[in-house]
């Protein structure tokens, strides 16, 4: 007995939507928040780490004060050169903390209560993982601020087996889920992420059987599924 792939298939593919619908591994929201605000919300911080090491690029912006505000590039030794002050050693050090050192040494010879700001713009040593269902997979350096869809587009975006409502971000060993689609559509904040942060989306089983069942993978010949 034939049956034609076009009759075949609808039967086929009911069949794979239900064995593979409860297929998608879960992962606990957040405590004390909703299923759809939980699955952005990840523990806040910046992107990057929090410690100023050799090669990072530094913005300096001293309030009112234009000729002191530049970017510089912490060198090999962990030291920044300003004007007025000097060699700074900044590696090991928090933002804030450079701030607070900057502005001290700018008190003591020069200023009265300068206004220091120090902001992070390139953490050379900071990286995240994306794996799974995106078109370049890899290890990717953190330059500023970065969010969840722009890791993603640093793989070169989704593939088209990929599941938007099942992407998985792993900081510190512990997972949080995040819906993409709802993300998008601007339903939740897109999340920061951090260094460190492995972010894996996941493939959709229904859609690898169907390609499969296609012809795509050569299990089956897309005229006939029955002889």
Known sequence: MKMTWKLAFPFLAAMILSACSNNIPQHAALPGSTASVASASLPTGTSGSDRIAPQDLLEIDVFKVPDLSKEVRVDDNGNITLALIGTVHAQG?????????????LEKDYMHNPQVNVLVKEATASKITVSGAVNTPGVYPLAGDTTLTQAIALAQGLSRLAVKDNVTVFRNGKPYTVLLSEVEMGKVADPVVIAGDKIQVHTSVTKEAVQDYGGVGGLLSPFTLFQ
Do not use: G
């Open 93 to 105: 050090m928090s933002a804030s903390q450079l701030e607070q050192q900057i502005a001290a040494r």
